[in-house]
């Protein structure tokens, strides 16, 4: 079955760590998201790439990494640069080029500082 | 740029109670609106979305919302709802160039069905 999966589903990290949040997609889509979730703000747009080998900061890039090497992984790292990393973070793909953006969701890592 | 209103950050209702989620967006010349659904602890999950054509959109679960430009709004209506359906939903639109879209979401409405 196509989707997309997000590894760990939880992640504890200490402060002063970074960490690397995975996101691999089945789908053939050639456009992936990071969002992060807090309660009551809705989802905001970390980062995003339309492409392989290229990506574009979103709304609330500071703190965070990614890379896209591969079409199907996308993954997300936390720096220690993150202020406030505790949240739940969403992982989306799409397919680019499109008159529309209907995205794919995978079913999030919850990410906990001690 | 585009943004996006949910005018209620929760809803209680009783079961089989019909139930409206409000949304408003900013204006646009033309606009593809979306509503996902997110269960806890669990990934977002489409609902239905408005491209073109009828303003009314039928989509899973028994959901249906109803584009009017003229108001700029996108609500979600079910006219029955089950326990099931506690949930937490979001409105969102497509903003951007062909090609390079985004998804600008609300804030999410909290629904709460209560026996």
């Known amino acids: 079955d196509g989707g997309i999966t997000q590894s760990p589903k939880y992640l504890f990290r200490k402060e002063g760590q970074n960490v690397t949040l995975s996101c691999e997609q089945n789908l053939n889509h050639d456009a992936m998201y990071w969002y992060r979730q807090d309660p009551g703000q809705g989802l905001r747009l970390i980062y995003y790439?339309?492409?392989?080998?290229?990506?574009q900061k979103g709304d609330i890039a500071e703190g965070y990494s990614v890379s896209r090497e591969k079409k199907e992984s996308f993954p997300l790292t936390v720096t220690s640069a993150q202020k406030n990393p505790t949240a739940f973070y969403l992982c989306a793909s799409t397919i680019a080029g499109g008159r529309y953006n209907e995205q794919f969701f995978g079913p999030g890592t919850r990410l906990t500082v001690l | 740029a585009q943004s996006v209103t949910q005018l209620d950050s929760q809803v209680p209702v009783f079961e089989e109670a019909p139930v409206e989620l409000r949304c408003n967006y900013s204006s646009s010349v033309s606009v593809y609106l979306f509503w996902y659904v997110q269960y806890p602890n669990q990934g977002l999950q489409l609902l239905l979305k408005y491209l073109s054509g009828s303003t009314l959109v039928k989509g899973i679960n028994g959901f249906e919302a109803e584009f009017n430009k003229s108001q700029t709004s996108f609500h979600l209506r079910k006219p029955s709802v089950h326990i099931s359906d506690t949930a937490e939903y979001f409105c969102?639109?497509?903003?951007?160039?062909?090609?390079?879209?985004?998804?600008?979401f609300g804030q999410g409405t909290r629904l709460t069905i209560n026996p």
């Open positions: 790439s339309q492409i392989v080998n290229d990506f």
């Open positions: 969102a639109v497509s903003e951007g160039v062909w090609g390079a879209q985004k998804l600008v």
